[in-house]
């Protein structure tokens, strides 16, 4: 089966523009995550979908970030305006319902903000 | 919230040496436990997994895993190392109750020398 697409795989931007991340999942998974990656460390939960509607994103920074999963398949992560910090790799996962906790992931995003 | 700790971040090892990565959580429900792999270059992918009965899981590529529940862990070993094996090895947990949520350890970096 095809894997997690994510696009771009690398993005270099200045602080305060906005950048935009896209994810495919795997068909026929609902569920869809994005996590941040920082160096070193593990995988932080930003948000989680299930078909549409996002049913964890406490961990989502609400001021700068927004993401959206129309049609329940595709998905987009925003950041506007990017700050420093938020130089790091996004990851996408994707699983379906009857796996529990096993996860797909894609290649990432490496973001590097100047 | 739950934590997952991995207090080894960095393993140097020669071919052939055995080797236990450390995972240790701190959740006072019942768990599923996963070992996540990323091979240099590559995507996270699952190695093992345990939800329930036999505390030792084995996994793809040689891989074992043994949760003991009395001291909140979830090891991972391996008898013998290869060159191939040098990666960045995460654990991580889910809650029974948490859906498909996943919270990972900080990684453990593990290089083996030829």
């Known amino acids: 089966e095809a894997g997690v697409v994510q696009s771009p795989r690398y993005k270099i931007i200045e602080k305060k523009q906005p950048v935009a991340f896209w994810c495919n999942p795997i068909s026929g998974h609902n569920t869809l995550y994005w996590y941040l990656q920082n160096l070193g460390q593990g995988p932080e939960l930003l948000i989680r979908y299930e078909n549409e509607e996002a049913v964890d994103d406490s961990q989502l920074p609400k001021d700068r970030f927004s993401a959206e999963r129309l049609k329940g398949v595709d998905s987009t992560l925003k950041i506007q305006p990017a700050e420093l910090g938020d130089s790091a790799v996004y990851l996408c996962a994707s699983s379906p319902p009857t796996r529990i906790g096993e996860q797909f992931f894609g290649p990432g995003t490496r973001l590097t903000v100047l | 919230a739950q934590s997952v700790s991995q207090h080894n971040h960095h393993v140097i090892l020669s071919e052939a040496a055995s080797l236990e990565l450390g995972c240790n959580y701190s959740y006072g429900g019942t768990v599923n436990l996963f070992w996540y792999v990323q091979y240099p270059g590559q995507h996270l992918q699952l190695l093992l997994k345990?939800?329930?009965?036999?505390?030792l899981v084995k996994g793809i590529k040689g891989f074992e895993a043994e949760f003991i529940k009395s001291k909140f862990s979830f090891n991972l070993r391996k008898p013998s190392v290869q060159w191939s094996d040098t990666a960045e090895y995460f654990c991580a947990v889910n809650p029974n109750n948490a859906g498909n949520m996943l919270t990972f350890g900080g990684g453990t970096r593990l290089m083996v020398k030829p």
């Open positions: 345990y939800f329930s009965g036999d505390p």
